[in-house]
């Protein structure tokens, strides 16, 4: 053999025969020329370093004409090392894809709106004013679209950053009971967080599998309508499928849209933010009764989703009830629907710094079994009551049930508050 070629056991063999005949587990058999596994063997020293930690096909022996091969790895040819080089090289790239998707959610969800607001701000005072006319036309034209289903764009579903986004914690759906096409649903999605994260990866995108876990069910997440005021910001909004959680939107979804809807709503909302805490798992619950209600008047069936991990994403300093820092996040609350929340993540470059990423966690989230609930137009309080503890009820369920699997202790509980 010369220069790029290696000596081998059985290459000589291989020359003497034109096919090669590949006995697979199935027992079925796949036939190719053997000139073309002698050149794919005869690979150049310098391409060496590209291969990947692939297994070779190499030469057994020869018996009745049929050429039997097995397998080699890297070592049997003195490559020791190689495959393990590109795999670390992988893994660094596939680590860096990761943090930098991470990176852009959490910008865009703290930095997007100021910087929309920013923007249009100083187009006022340029020779493109004229675009910014022609947009508050259109947003005008677009006003009630946040109420009526939203526009969700597939295509930005299907972004690639959301697949490395779902990796780096990871995020995983797990599915407890079909959901059926003909019929619509609430989400209950518990607990908030600070960013909602694990509502976002699963009902926002479809990384996870929401469409083939529940076929035909459309998931609608949920947000403040505030949001849709901010210019820009709520087409970034709408393209990513987020509806308001008003009254008006939730009618439409549930009454006007067909089935197979599944209207995610984050119960807890802001003031469940504030409670946000690692070690406790505290639900703002107590006196949420709006989509309760909405349930009963829809004849719609409640499903609680549980994430656990979503707490856990964050470190966050809370402050004491009647602080003067607690009642400055609740006047914040107050006036803009959500409050601003002190927290602590790990850095951009080091896993092991102070910074605003997110814990390298993960997160799980379980879908619960439907609560059926009879369609009443008019719902007295007893009935709301009622459906209301049924609620609580199976959401404590579905967290016994699945948090030692997800690493909590036997002992933790929720609290609602």
Same mark, same amino acid.
């Given at each position: 053999m010369g220069e790029g070629r290696f000596n081998h056991p059985g290459i000589n063999a291989l020359e003497e025969v034109s096919d090669i005949h590949i006995m697979h587990n199935s027992n079925s058999?796949?036939?190719?020329?053997? !000139?073309?596994? *002698?050149?794919? =063997? @005869?690979? /150049?020293?310098?391409?060496?370093?590209?291969?990947?930690?692939?297994?070779?096909?190499?030469?057994?022996?020869? !018996?009745?004409? *049929?050429?039997? =091969? @097995?397998? /080699?790895?890297f070592a049997s040819f003195g490559w020791e090392g190689q495959g393990t080089k590109v795999e670390e090289k992988r893994t660094r790239r596939s680590q860096q894809l990761q943090l930098l998707s991470v990176l852009q959610w959490i910008l865009t969800f703290l930095l997007l709106g100021p910087s929309c607001l920013f923007l249009v701000t100083c187009l006022l005072f340029t020779s493109l004013w004229p675009l910014l006319i022609l947009y508050c036309i259109w947003w005008i034209i677009d006003w009630k679209t946040p109420e009526k289903g939203g526009r969700k764009s597939q295509w930005m579903s299907q972004w690639a950053v959301w697949k490395h986004f779902k990796a780096y914690f990871p995020v995983k759906l797990l599915k407890t009971t079909d959901l059926h096409s003909s019929e619509n649903y609430i989400l209950g999605y518990h607990p908030h967080g600070i960013m909602s994260i694990g509502a976002f990866c699963n009902f926002g995108t479809d990384t996870t599998g929401f469409s083939k876990a529940f076929p035909g069910v459309k998931p609608y997440l949920t947000t403040l309508n505030?949001?849709?005021?901010v210019p820009l910001y709520r087409d970034y909004l709408l393209a990513a499928g987020m509806c308001s959680v008003n009254k008006a939107s939730i009618n439409y979804l549930l009454s006007r849209n067909g089935t197979g809807n599944a209207v995610v709503i984050v119960v807890g909302g802001a003031a469940e933010a504030l409670n946000c805490n690692s070690k406790q798992h505290i639900l703002t619950l107590k006196n949420r009764k709006g989509f309760i209600k909405m349930a009963l008047t829809h004849g719609t069936a409640l499903v609680p989703v549980f994430s656990f991990g979503e707490n856990e994403i964050f470190n966050q300093c809370q402050f004491a009830d009647g602080s003067w820092k607690r009642n400055l996040q609740k006047v914040f609350q107050e006036w803009i629907g959500f409050a601003p929340c002190v927290f602590i993540g790990r850095g951009i470059f080091s896993s092991t710094s102070t910074g605003f990423l997110p814990f390298q966690k993960p997160i799980n989230t379980v879908v619960g079994k439907p609560i059926h609930v009879p369609k009443t137009v008019k719902p007295?309080?007893?009935?709301?009551?009622?459906?209301?503890?049924?609620?609580?009820?199976?959401?404590m369920e579905l967290f016994d049930t699945h948090k030692v699997k997800f690493g909590l202790p036997e002992t933790d509980t929720l609290t609602i508050i």
């Amino acid at each position: 053999m010369g220069e790029g070629r290696f000596n081998h056991p059985g290459i000589n063999a291989l020359e003497e025969v034109s096919d090669i005949h590949i006995m697979h587990n199935s027992n079925s058999v796949t036939s190719l020329p053997s !000139s073309l596994l *002698i050149q794919s =063997l @005869q690979l /150049h020293k310098q391409q060496r370093k590209h291969l990947s930690t692939h297994r070779l096909l190499l030469l057994r022996a020869r !018996s009745h004409g *049929i050429m039997f =091969l @097995q397998q /080699h790895s890297f070592a049997s040819f003195g490559w020791e090392g190689q495959g393990t080089k590109v795999e670390e090289k992988r893994t660094r790239r596939s680590q860096q894809l990761q943090l930098l998707s991470v990176l852009q959610w959490i910008l865009t969800f703290l930095l997007l709106g100021p910087s929309c607001l920013f923007l249009v701000t100083c187009l006022l005072f340029t020779s493109l004013w004229p675009l910014l006319i022609l947009y508050c036309i259109w947003w005008i034209i677009d006003w009630k679209t946040p109420e009526k289903g939203g526009r969700k764009s597939q295509w930005m579903s299907q972004w690639a950053v959301w697949k490395h986004f779902k990796a780096y914690f990871p995020v995983k759906l797990l599915k407890t009971t079909d959901l059926h096409s003909s019929e619509n649903y609430i989400l209950g999605y518990h607990p908030h967080g600070i960013m909602s994260i694990g509502a976002f990866c699963n009902f926002g995108t479809d990384t996870t599998g929401f469409s083939k876990a529940f076929p035909g069910v459309k998931p609608y997440l949920t947000t403040l309508n505030g949001n849709f005021r901010v210019p820009l910001y709520r087409d970034y909004l709408l393209a990513a499928g987020m509806c308001s959680v008003n009254k008006a939107s939730i009618n439409y979804l549930l009454s006007r849209n067909g089935t197979g809807n599944a209207v995610v709503i984050v119960v807890g909302g802001a003031a469940e933010a504030l409670n946000c805490n690692s070690k406790q798992h505290i639900l703002t619950l107590k006196n949420r009764k709006g989509f309760i209600k909405m349930a009963l008047t829809h004849g719609t069936a409640l499903v609680p989703v549980f994430s656990f991990g979503e707490n856990e994403i964050f470190n966050q300093c809370q402050f004491a009830d009647g602080s003067w820092k607690r009642n400055l996040q609740k006047v914040f609350q107050e006036w803009i629907g959500f409050a601003p929340c002190v927290f602590i993540g790990r850095g951009i470059f080091s896993s092991t710094s102070t910074g605003f990423l997110p814990f390298q966690k993960p997160i799980n989230t379980v879908v619960g079994k439907p609560i059926h609930v009879p369609k009443t137009v008019k719902p007295s309080d007893q009935q709301i009551e009622k459906y209301h503890r049924i609620y609580i009820r199976s959401l404590m369920e579905l967290f016994d049930t699945h948090k030692v699997k997800f690493g909590l202790p036997e002992t933790d509980t929720l609290t609602i508050i």
